[in-house]
T-cell receptor
């Protein structure tokens, strides 16, 4: 089993729709979780950290389920500018492990 | 504040050549790391460092060396370039040597080995 697994993409979603991604992790001792965004041929950039109680940042909501070992990202009222690859990131043993990413395309 | 700076941005090498990818950060971060990103593979950790004088291997260290003589710099050396090392390389840093805080990335080095 991979350390971090993400929903396979691509997701093609109409503008204004709500979209959700899931990510599962195998290391039950992991303590820190993040979502990164990566635009084509650019470096990954932090979108948001994921906290145990769940957290929201504008149109973005992140959830953590420790019992089932998954995290999720919900994007509401999607914009064209949300088109990107979203990377799930989990820590363990002094390093962060990145998922392979889920590609999202918002369609006008 | 420059953040994480990588040089060069692009490089073409011939098989067997050696070269060093430079990475510098001005945020006084203890933790630095090198990743490679290939299509369908995601980001894979090559080497990392939790502080000056300390380095360790990641998931795919073979063919690469690193050193950390200062807090600011973390160069990645390709010993004898092979076509399988064609990739995009990202350097990243974090204030937390335990890996519990997000990392800041440089804008990458695109490397082609012929």
């Amino acid at each position: 089993r991979k350390e971090v697994e993400q929903d396979p993409g691509p997701f093609n979603v109409p503008e204004g729709a709500t979209v959700a991604f899931n990510c599962t992790y195998s290391n039950s001792a992991s303590q820190s979780f993040f979502w990164y965004r990566q635009d084509c041929r650019k470096e990954p950039k932090l979108l948001m950290s994921v906290y145990s109680s769940g957290n929201e940042d504008g149109r973005f909501t992140a959830q953590l389920n420790r019992a089932s070992q998954y995290i999720s990202l919900l994007i509401r009222d999607s914009k064209l500018s949300d088109s990107a690859t979203y990377l799930c990131v989990v820590n363990g043993n002094e390093k962060l492990t990145f998922g392979t990413g889920t590609r999202l395309t918002i369609i006008p | 504040n420059a953040g994480v700076t990588q040089t060069p941005k692009f490089q073409v090498l011939k098989t067997g050549q050696s070269m060093t990818l430079q990475c510098a950060q001005d945020m006084n971060h203890e933790y630095m790391s090198w990743y490679r990103q290939d299509p369908g593979m995601g980001l894979r950790l090559i080497h990392y460092s939790v502080g000056a004088g300390i380095t360790d291997q990641g998931e795919v260290p073979n063919g690469y060396n690193v050193s950390r003589s200062t807090t600011e710099d973390f160069p990645l050396r390709l010993l004898s370039a092979a076509p399988s090392q064609t990739s995009v390389y990202f350097c990243a840093s974090s204030p937390d040597p335990g890996g519990n805080q997000p990392q800041h990335f440089g804008d990458g080095t695109r490397l082609s080995i012929l």
